[in-house]
């Protein structure tokens, strides 16, 4: 594979070795460095224990049985988890080394899904990449992991992470949902400032080598040179590496239904098994391979018959020309994994047919199924249909074998292992172009001039919003929950005491909520986004549209709230708001599209508008807005030193409303009109305190 992907004077692979630190002497690993760095690689070294807990535990025991849906034989030890951290630090300390902040690295598979966080914290700029080659599994299987949310959380430390099929995308998408509370759009997840994309990159195969090998002489010989070919037996062909995932035991079941219910395929069907050995020193590997043999010596011993025996079967690893020759001629070419992120052996018997014929029968919970949709695709759990399968595999006419094969010889032979790999990197260098069009994030130089520029004007204008600015979302908006803590307090009291500035809370809460928040005399409020205004200790009213339209709309908010848990209904003095943070991100995101159509249908051609907030809908007058006050306020004076800080779309109004020598911020990720960006309200809080 890393001939294959890489060829790059630039690039170097880092891996594990293969061998244990604790027998290494630090003469040894020099040796072994030097010697990897000749092919463009450099080892990360594990001691005994880490192989232990973290290669064969957490990965192995913990993280490959879940993700392939064998929920009843994942482990869960807190030792294992620790050294899967100590390695993922590890690969981290070693990838630093060749990465500056221009790198790009690339990140591959479940054994290490917290390193791409660990290399965003070491190295904010450079460009990351993960790639998973296993499937990722359903949320309901996906929460069963203690360590959820960190793995979550290291995954999105890449900017662009990679699956095999749609479906892996999808169920990562809804554990981002469902675990971190992150919404996407297409797959765009914005988070710390930046955007996570996951999208779904089918990886290929070298196919010209599989297509080219068959015609090579070597292979003919070794073709001629098989006795098992020149008994005019039709070949039923299953290659596997010894796992369980693999479906290998359930194959076989099939097989014997196929041979009790076809008796005049007897002595004329051989199907050669091989199984690759894999993970041999643990336990539950050791027992797929004495089931597996009791399995295969069961049918032979039921079935065979002086001159023919139904299996062929090698526990060992073919050389390659060996394997390509089995490929080219099998008849039928068995792959029935239970589950499978993509399984490579199907394009691979598929690229070997250059005569175009012969038949592959493929587990539909395979990967490679969604583009190999011409193959005789089962269900490997259902024993019947796989042995149906085989019968009208043998009976398939020629000609039809060769239009199923030609198709999907076409679709592989397009979208190749280099293919794929271009295919990535080309979307991990457009992810750049996408962060770049963030807002940046203020800088210690930055910070630096807003001081300056704050100590040096003398009148000064600075607009907040509350919550998600001043305050972190709660669960719930009533006032008690969300009132302001001491330190905000002080710090909107130190700048109100200034009298060169005009400090003003511009929020979405009703008047009488905000007054209840901030006593500070001197600071000025405006509620429900420019509605009400505190003006010489006075709410003056802003906007004069009747309130006529809020009954009928608020009975279908209530009507929907009946309908989805954990919704409430927040009445204002000139807005609605239904609020669905609490109910479960699927739930949510049906309910509000439903929503925000009948709304749209029930105030088309009104000037009340339907509005889309931080996990809100608002109904409000179109013409009541942050942007309007803004205006208002920037008319009544002129202002040395204009700020303006908010998180959402309601800000986004003030924010274009303002001149361009303002200082405007963003709180959080997206797409703002903010010139700068800020990434949490500890942030904000921090800003403002050191104002003087």
């Known amino acids: 594979g890393v001939s294959t992907v890489s060829k790059s004077k630039d690039s170097v692979w880092i891996g594990w070795p293969g061998i244990s630190s604790n027998v290494l002497t630090k003469k040894d690993k020099q040796d072994i ?5 000749k092919h463009g690689c450099h080892p990360v070294f594990l001691n005994d224990t880490q192989i232990q807990n973290y290669y064969f535990g957490y990965s ?9 849906y064998f929920t009843n034989m994942a482990r869960y030890e807190d030792s294992f988890w620790r050294s899967y951290q100590e390695a993922n630090e590890l690969f981290c300390t070693e990838t630093i080394k060749f990465a500056d902040e221009s790198a790009r690295v690339w990140v591959h598979d479940y054994q290490l899904m917290l390193l791409p966080k660990m290399l965003r914290n070491t190295a904010p700029r450079s460009l990351i990449g993960f790639f998973l080659h296993t499937p990722f599994p359903s949320y309901e299987i996906f929460r069963q992991l203690p360590q959820r949310r960190e793995l979550l959380e290291g995954l999105l430390g890449a900017d662009l992470v990679g699956f095999h099929t749609y479906d ?26 930046r955007v996570v994309k996951a999208d779904a990159f089918p990886i290929g195969i070298d196919y010209k080598k599989y297509a080219k090998n068959p015609k090579t002489r070597s292979v003919k010989k070794l073709v001629q040179s098989f006795d098992i070919f020149k008994k005019h037996n039709k070949i039923i062909l299953a290659v596997d590496r010894a796992d369980y995932s693999k479906g290998i035991p359930a194959r076989l079941d099939a097989y014997e239904l196929f041979l009790q219910q076809n008796q005049n395929y007897h002595g004329k069907v051989v199907m050669i098994l091989l199984a690759v050995p894999s993970r041999e020193n643990v336990q539950e590997y050791q027992q797929l391979r004495e089931t597996i043999e009791q399995k295969v010596s069961r049918i032979n011993g039921n079935f065979s018959t002086v001159d023919w025996s139904p299996i062929s079967y090698r526990y060992q690893s073919l050389p390659f020309n060996e394997l390509i020759a089995l490929y080219s001629m099998a008849d039928v070419m068995m792959v029935t994994p239970l589950r499978d992120g993509m399984n490579l052996v199907a394009k691979e018997y598929v690229a070997s047919h250059h005569k175009s014929d012969g038949v592959l029968v493929l587990s539909e919970m395979a990967g490679a199924a969604s583009e190999l949709s011409e193959a005789i695709q089962v269900n490997p759990n259902d024993t019947q249909q796989v ?8 009976k398939m006419p020629a000609k039809e074998q060769k239009e199923r094969m030609r198709a999907m010889q076409r679709r592989i032979s397009t979208y190749t292992i280099s293919t794929w790999a271009d295919d990535y990197i080309g979307e991990l260098e457009y992810s750049r172009d996408r962060q770049l069009k963030q807002p940046g994030h203020l800088r210690d130089t930055d910070l630096t001039q807003i001081a300056k520029v704050y100590k040096a004007a003398d009148k000064r204008l600075i607009l907040l919003d509350y919550d998600g600015t001043l305050k972190n979302f709660v669960a719930s908006p009533s006032r008690s929950l969300a009132h302001p803590s001491s330190r905000v307090r002080r710090a909107i009291r130190k700048l109100t005491d200034n009298k060169q500035n005009r400090i003003i809370i511009v929020s979405g809460r009703p008047k009488n909520v905000l007054e209840s928040f901030f006593e500070t005399k001197g600071l000025g409020l405006i509620a429900e986004h420019g509605g009400w205004v505190f003006d010489a200790g006075n709410w003056v009213k802003y906007s004069l549209t009747p309130k006529r339209w809020k009954r009928p709309i608020k009975s279908i908010l209530e009507k929907y709230t009946s309908r989805t848990p954990g919704s409430i209904v927040e009445e204002k003095d000139f807005a609605l708001v239904w ?7 699927d739930l949510a995101f049906v309910r509000k599209e439903e929503l925000k159509m009948d709304l749209q249908g029930q105030l088309s051609d009104s000037e009340i508008g339907v509005f889309e907030g931080n996990k809100i809908i608002e109904i409000k007058p179109k013409n009541m807005h942050k942007g309007a006050i803004v205006a208002e306020l920037l008319s009544q004076d002129k202002w040395d030193f204009i700020m303006a800080i908010g998180d959402d779309y309601t800000d986004e109004d003030m ?6 020598r303002s200082y405007s911020i963003r709180v959080g990720g997206g797409d703002t009109a903010a010139r700068y960006q800020l990434d949490s309200v ?11």
């Open 387 to 394: 042995s149906n399968a085989l019968v009208t595999a043998l």
């Open 168 to 193: 892996y995308v999808r169920h990562f998408l809804t554990s981002i949902s469902h675990g971190l509370g992150l919404e996407n759009h297409l797959g765009s997840i914005k988070h710390n400032n």
């Open 655 to 660: 924010f274009r409303a303002l001149p361009e």
């Open 60 to 68: 192995n025991t913990t993280l490959w049985p879940l993700f392939h």
């Open 682 to 692: 500890d942030e904000v809080i921090n800003l403002l305190a050191n104002l003087k």
């Open 33 to 37: 460095i030097n010697e990897l760095k």
């Open 579 to 585: 609020h669905y943070r609490n109910v479960s991100p």
